[in-house]
């Protein structure tokens, strides 16, 4: 049974950082790319990042480009997404999400003073 847990959100202050993890389970992660959507309240859910999956090979929206890294671990069987300089815009649910397989229960960030 395919799993992804997202974990890490959080409140954080305008400017700071979070770091966002997905931990996945019941498939084989390292043949897989992965991505990290979001949606704010309101808005439909959009692309934040994406990785292949070797990890070579990444992709930003260009609302977070240069503010957020995507990474991986195919030992652990991670994603993960380090999110720098936020923005109150940048509140919304994050969800970890392998194409075929349900959206999760995200985890909530939420950005303000």
């Known amino acids: 049974q395919v799993q992804l847990v997202e974990s890490g959100g959080g409140l954080a202050q305008p400017g700071g950082s979070l770091r966002l993890s997905c931990a996945a389970s019941g498939f084989t992660f390292s043949s897989h790319a992965m991505s990290w959507y979001r949606q704010a309240p309101g808005k439909e859910r959009e692309l934040a990042a994406g990785?292949?999956?070797?990890?070579?090979?990444?992709n930003y929206a260009d609302s977070v480009k240069g503010r957020f890294t995507i990474s991986r671990d195919n030992a652990r069987n991670t994603v993960s997404l380090q999110m720098n300089s936020l923005k109150p815009e940048d509140t919304a649910v994050y969800y970890c999400?392998?194409?075929?397989?349900?959206w999760g229960q995200g985890t909530q960030v939420t950005v303000s003073s």
């Open positions: 999400k392998l194409i075929g397989v349900p």
């Open positions: 990785i292949s999956a070797t990890g070579g090979s990444t």
